[in-house]
């Protein structure tokens, strides 16, 4: 029984491992084709390119986020990782709603633009 128990375990941690792997990589491939795209948008000097920016990088942001969860849960459970989780988490919540507003204040500023034309 101590065997299957064991066995489960370890397969519940390189998959929880493999996940966070994953997640973190998706962010970073999220981040790369974002920043990629606004390169682009950038010299077509396209009104939209800081609202899909920021777009983008709160997605990215959110798989990592989801990544440093999954890595924390595998790893040992100390104080010392607990306080990290909390500051990556606390990091993580301050860009995005920092983001957000900056897509909310992007919206309204085109929705104005489009008001007075």
Do not use: P
């Amino acid at each position: 029984m101590e065997n299957v128990s064991e066995i489960l375990t370890s397969i519940v941690r390189y998959c929880a491992e493999f996940s966070s792997i994953l997640s973190e990589l998706f962010g970073v491939l999220v981040l790369v084709i974002t920043t990629v795209r606004g390169v682009m948008s950038y010299f077509k000097k396209d009104k939209a390119i800081k609202r899909r920016l920021a777009a983008g990088t709160s997605l990215a942001l959110q798989f990592m986020l989801g990544g440093e969860v999954l890595h924390t849960l595998v790893a040992r459970n100390t104080w010392q990782n607990i306080g990290i989780l909390g500051c990556t988490i606390a990091f993580h919540v301050v860009l995005t709603v920092l983001l957000h507003w900056e897509l909310k204040s992007e919206k309204e500023l085109e929705e104005i633009e489009r008001d007075s034309e």
